[in-house]
C-alpha cells in the first residue's frame, strides 16, 4: 500500500510449553529474515498451554531504534482427546 513503511526483516522463534517461563518453553519453530507474511509448519506437534513469539533479532530503523509490530498470529491445530474421558455419542 503507498504511503506504508517497508517492513523491517527480523528473527523470530516460536516456544510452546505449559509453564509460563521461558525455560519451560521450548522452541518448536523459527524463522529469520522474516518480513510481511510468514508462515510456519511444525514438523512434529506440539503441545502446550503458552505460545511465545520471542523476537531474537531486530535491525536498527532509520533512527537507530528496534522496534517491530505484529499485526496478527493464527494458530490452528487439532485439539487432542482428554484422557480417561468418556466418550460422546
Known amino acids: 500500500m503507498a504511503g506504508q ?5 527480523a528473527d523470530f522463534q516460536v ?3 505449559n509453564i509460563p517461563a ?3 518453553l ?8 522474516a518480513a510481511n507474511l510468514v508462515r510456519l ?3 512434529t506437534p506440539a503441545r502446550g ?8 533479532w531486530l535491525p ?3 533512527a537507530g531504534t528496534f522496534q517491530a509490530s505484529i499485526y496478527e498470529i493464527t494458530l490452528t491445530g487439532q485439539r487432542q ?5 468418556a466418550a460422546v455419542r
Open 41 to 43: 509448519w511444525l514438523s
Open 5 to 9: 513503511p517497508r517492513a523491517l526483516p
Open 22 to 24: 521461558l525455560a519451560g
Open 15 to 17: 516456544r510452546v510449553g
Open 81 to 85: 482427546p482428554q484422557r480417561g474421558g
Open 60 to 62: 536498527p530503523d532509520p
Open 26 to 33: 521450548r522452541p518448536v519453530a523459527r524463522a529469520a529474515d
Open 49 to 56: 498451554r503458552y505460545v511465545l513469539i520471542w523476537l531474537t
